[in-house]
């Protein structure tokens, strides 16, 4: 009974967030697109930073935030730390770090929230995919950290580059992808 029970768990970590890992030879730096904010100067000490009462950082835009501190850290299948994350882990350590639970695989959080149609999306939603044709279910989740007419650009744990910003209009992951939902 044990067995069957570590095996079945198995599985579906393995299906979470895609099997296969790809090594890509590191010659040429990370990119980022859509970095975190920061509130510290490196060349000073303190930075005082002005919020007017008119600007609101809205709790998508904390999310976002701890997503993209995890930029550049390394693929690794079920991992939920700065030594490396999948996607859901990803998402999972974002989101729990502004109070919002989720659960921890990519098909689960997709059964979570209110399923939107892709041009209605926004920052802080969530991009499901299928990225394998022998797959049956959803297995990878980015979110989106902006909107700009047609573009929409997500971060995710990519099983070949780690943490990173891609956007929805590259070939690959616009052919993979199965539906959005909002979670806030």
């Known amino acids: ?11 579906s970590l393995v299906a979470s967030c895609g099997s296969s890992k790809k090594k890509v030879a590191q010659s040429q730096p990370r990119k980022i697109s859509v970095a975190a904010k920061t509130t510290e100067d490196p060349k000073r000490e ?21 997503a993209l501190k ?14 490396g994350m999948d996607c859901s882990g990803l998402l999972y350590v974002a ?4 109070d919002i639970k989720l659960p921890r695989t990519s098909y689960h959080m997709a ?18 995919f299928k990225t394998s044709k022998r797959s049956k279910r959803i297995n990878h989740v980015g979110m989106v950290v902006s909107v700009k ?5 997500f971060v995710h744990s990519s099983s070949s580059r780690g943490v990173i910003v891609s956007s ?8 993979a992808f199965i539906k959005a939902t909002r979670i806030l």
Do not use: C, P, Q
Request: no cysteine; aromatic share 12%.
């Open 1 to 11: 009974m044990l067995r069957k029970l570590f095996f079945i768990l198995t599985i």
């Open 46 to 66: 303190r930075v005082t930073v002005r919020k007017s009462s008119t600007v609101k950082n809205s709790k998508a835009d904390d999310v976002i935030d701890s």
């Open 70 to 83: 995890f930029s550049g850290v390394r693929y690794k299948f079920g991992g939920t730390t700065k030594k």
């Open 95 to 98: 989101f729990g770090e502004n």
């Open 111 to 128: 059964e979570e929230g209110k399923n939107i149609r892709v041009r209605d999306v926004e920052k802080g939603d969530l991009l499901f």
């Open 149 to 153: 007419g047609d573009e929409i650009k």
């Open 168 to 175: 929805l209009r590259e070939g690959y992951w616009n052919s």
